[in-house]
């Protein structure tokens, strides 16, 4: 299985390939493992040591240089890869990757590489217009190539016009997002996602519910869909759009998501509950509450723990839990993996504005039973889901032999 993206950058010899060291130190730092490949004229721009230092792995060069075994580099490398980048791509890369030529490392790669290809042109305006490039972008592009940028502004020959590259962290965004579309780790996988909060009735027209938006636990349905999994969303009241591609049931109170859960969590491999359920339910009134009937007190009575309910349907589940703490976050997160026995818990510090409830992005403390917790600092939710995954996929393989049903072992 593989965990981290894999991503083989192409630098071909354009001016912009001194910025393609900050696309492979973007990438370094949002997780990614990176390999390499400059062309000939790539290397009149800048020294392959920075790339080789920046990715701590030497850079492929030739295919019959030294260091590289003739002709076997390229295809072990691509089993290795999710996704080819090339950034700068020159015209003359863009024409060779079109034609099918393979008379460097590059281009011989990108004959036997099967993934998604992210091609980030860089030239000026006149080559970038000119009619062969055209051709060789539309042939690139029918193949299924995807492009970033270019876009306007300044080239080296001082002249305003199309033909810059993108910026390294748009180039970065977009390889990401392109890579991890292409891991296929939860192959095979059920996974059971829960996500946004619960509604409990006050009266015919009131409820009680929590900020909860249900943007992280969607991030995860749709990142496990794109990893291969086959993915059932539980979804209480959200604003979002109902994601392509998986099961989709709506929930309204956590009496109605304790029913779904146990009618779906025998099934499924592995249960993620990013739902905000209510710790509390009010008392109920069949009537509607009336203002000139004066104050009121509503009771509040403690909801069920729904994941430490589900412990008799529990075969070999991997469940991650959701903990929302505002003070001693670890402490608080183990605490709740005990009460729940999940075997991940993800706590999200709710004691801050910036990130969590409404936010876009996230900044998370990730608690397995082995090992130390791991900070992932603040990003987007999407980014988050996707180290979420990681880390079940680390936890399924480190628990394999235990994982393999009665069944499997002959029994
Ligand atoms: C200073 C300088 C800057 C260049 N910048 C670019 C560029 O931005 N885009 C491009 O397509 N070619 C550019 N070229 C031309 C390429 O380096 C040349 O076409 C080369 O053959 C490309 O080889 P490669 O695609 O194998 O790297 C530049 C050349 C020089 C001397």
Redesign the pocket.
Known sequence: MKGRPRVLLGV?????AYKSAEIVRGLVERNAEVRVAM????R??VAPLTFAVLSRHEVYLEVFGSGNLPAVDHVELADWTDLLLVA???????A?LANGLAD?F?TTYALVHRGPILIA????TR?WEHAATRRNLELLGARGARFVGPGRGF??SGREGP?R?AEPAGIVDEALALASSSRRDLEGLRVLVTAGPTRERLDPVRFVSNRSSGRMGYALAESARDRGARVTLLSGPTGLVRPEGLRFVAFESSADLENLLAAEFPECDVLAMAAAVADFIPEASRQRLHREDGERRVRLTPGRDLVAGLAPFRRNQTVVAFAAETDDLETGGRRKMEKKNADLVVVNDVGRSDVGFDSAENEILLIAREGPAERVSRRSKREIADRIWDAVVRVRTSAEPALRSPRDDGD
């Open positions: 071909s010899g354009g001016i912009a062309t000939r004229a790539a009149e721009f700068p791509a020159t015209a003359h890369t863009i060779r460097d590059l042109p860089a030239m000026e080559m080239l080296a033909g590259m």
